[in-house]
T-cell receptor, first 118, second 117 residues
Framework: AQKVTQAQTEISVVEKEDVTLDCVYE???????LFWYKQPPSGELVFLIR??????QNEISGRYSWNFQKSTSSFNFTITASQVVDSAVYFC???????????????FGQGTRLTINP | GAVVSQHPSRVICKSGTSVKIECRSL??????MFWYRQFPKQSLMLMAT?????????EQGVEKDKFLINHASLTLSTLTVTSAHPEDSSFYIC?????????????FGPGTRLTVL
């Protein structure tokens, strides 16, 4: 069975600090997808990134970066120079591979509530 | 802009009544949609997979007679909570997969907050 663990329930940092959100996953599939979503107070999930299991390249998008380590089954998310607007709940998710990336159900981690203080 | 809409965004009802929640994909067709439930400060739990033209697939422990799902068209799925009780109060979120090359993924609706009195 698939499982995603986000051990950090809540993180609070001061603005401009760097922060890393951890995500560890379990799956028996050899091909799978990993995702990060942001859920601001409004409740709507915002897609941040998708990573294929066969692509271990790390990715950077502005202040956001992701570190995918297949050897440790981890897919960590780092925010550099955090801002108050980054405050939200962040979810890591996993799905099996299929004919279409988003067509498989997602298994979510418990989420990490990130608070950026001014 | 939003690619998946949900209606209503909030609903308050009395115990015993039924509530219908609509999920629409905007500008794209979705043969599959997903319904999730999220309790306060908890994660999203998949309830069921809605399939256009066939029966929904429910996750273990989800009562199909209580949570009726109808995928009426390629852009609309509805979730009806029948005979709602206070323990059904939750945040219900739908999603739909949208193909877009490197960014194809599930896009989520804004959610419906259900409060049963």
């Amino acid at each position: 069975a698939q499982k995603v663990t986000q051990a950090q329930t809540e993180i609070s940092v001061v603005e401009k600090e760097d922060v890393t959100l951890d995500c560890v996953y379990e799956t028996r599939d050899t091909t799978y997808y990993l995702f990060w979503y942001k859920q601001p107070p409004s409740g709507e999930l915002v897609f941040l990134i998708r990573r294929n299991s066969f692509d271990e390249q790390n990715e950077i998008s502005g202040r956001y970066s992701w570190n995918f380590q297949k050897s440790t089954s981890s897919f960590n998310f780092t925010i550099t120079a955090s801002q108050v607007v980054d405050s939200a709940v962040y979810f890591c998710a996993l799905s099996e591979a299929g004919y279409m990336v988003g067509a498989q159900k997602l298994v979510f981690g418990q989420g990490t509530r990130l608070t950026i203080n001014p | 802009g939003a690619v998946v809409s949900q209606h209503p965004s909030r609903v308050i009802c009395k115990s015993g009544t039924s509530v219908k929640i609509e999920c629409r994909s905007l500008d794209f067709q979705a043969t599959t949609m997903f319904w999730y439930r999220q309790f306060p400060k908890q994660s999203l739990m998949l309830m069921a997979t809605s399939n256009e033209g066939s029966k929904a697939t429910y996750e273990q422990g989800v009562e199909k007679d209580k949570f009726l799902i109808n995928h009426a068209s390629l852009t609309l799925s509805t979730l009806t909570v029948t005979s709602a009780h206070p323990e059904d109060s939750s945040f219900y979120i739908c999603s739909a997969p949208r193909a877009g090359g490197s960014t194809d993924t599930q896009y989520f609706g804004p959610g419906t907050r259900l409060t049963v009195l």
